[in-house]
């Protein structure tokens, strides 16, 4: 198990940018997927960008590819989300998710992560 602590959310305008961390405890980062998620008011979590263990391989939803990266830096035991060209649409609580992996392929799905954050919200206005 990992403890996660997301930092950085906030109010921005549309078009901005944000950055978001996610700290994790432990000592085997490295082995671990990584993802991001978020949850808009009255919807569902859904599935934001994914890193793979390695840092190697990522995976984007399709409303945020080529706006949204991912990084990892195992030094830190920190997985980052750059947040630019913020939309309206793009507000709602962000949690970053980790699962011990055995293969190095970033995960998509909700059901696949056992660790999450508390969450920190991004509000976009227009």
């Known amino acids: 198990q990992v403890q996660l602590v997301e930092s950085g959310g906030g109010l921005v305008q549309a078009g901005g940018s944000l950055r978001l961390s996610c700290a994790a405890s432990?000592?085997?980062?490295?082995?671990?997927?990584m993802g991001w998620f978020r949850q808009a008011p009255g919807k569902e979590r859904e599935f934001v960008a994914g890193?793979?263990?390695?840092?190697?391989?990522?995976s984007y939803a399709d409303s945020v590819k080529g706006r949204f990266s991912i990084s990892t830096d195992n030094a830190k035991n920190t997985v980052y989300l750059r947040m630019n060209s913020l939309k309206s649409e793009d507000t709602g609580v962000y949690y970053c998710?980790?699962?011990?992996?055995?293969?190095?392929?970033?995960?998509?799905?909700?059901?696949?992560?056992?660790?999450w954050g508390q969450g920190t919200q991004v509000t976009v206005s227009s």
């Open positions: 432990g000592r085997t980062f490295s082995r671990y997927a």
């Open positions: 890193i793979s263990r390695s840092g190697v391989s990522t």
């Open positions: 998710a980790a699962v011990r992996s055995n293969y190095d392929m970033p995960k998509t799905q909700i059901g696949e992560y056992d660790n």
